[in-house]
Nanobody, 124 residues
Framework: QVQLLESGGGLVQAGGSLRLSCVAS????????MGWFRQAPGKEREFVAA????????YYADSVKGRFTISRDNAKNTVYLQMNSLKPEDTAVYYC?????????????????WGQGTQVTVSS
């Protein structure tokens, strides 16, 4: 059974940091590109960051570039999202997702598996 389990969300003040984790099971994690997406209330889900299966390539939304860092540990079947200098507009539910054959890492419809999400709230 495929499972992606996010953790690490919470409430933080603007300027603070959080580290999200996503543990995968039920599929060959090291063969999948991994991405993070987020959805704020009343808005569509949007791309945040992604990493190729090897970790060689990374991609970021312009809104988080320079503040967020995606990483992965294939030995632990885990992908991370380090979020620094958080802003109130980063408030959203954050989802991790797995993509077997990525051509456009930003495209959520290419992703095969999704987690349930973890809430991140940034107060001003």
């Amino acid at each position: 059974q495929v499972q992606l389990l996010e953790s690490g969300g919470g409430l933080v003040q603007a300027g603070g940091s959080l580290r999200l984790s996503c543990v995968a099971s039920g599929f060959t994690f090291s063969s999948y590109a991994m991405g993070w997406f987020r959805q704020a209330p009343g808005k569509e889900r949007e791309f945040v960051a992604a990493m190729s299966w090897s970790g060689r390539f990374t991609y970021y939304a312009d809104s988080v570039k320079g503040r967020f860092t995606i990483s992965r540990d294939n030995a632990k079947n885990t992908v991370y999202l380090q979020m620094n200098s958080l802003k109130p507009e980063d408030t959203a539910v954050y989802y991790c997702a797995a993509n077997k054959i990525p051509s456009n890492y930003h495209n959520q419809y290419e992703y095969d598996y999704w987690g349930q999400g973890t809430q991140v709230t940034v107060s001003s």
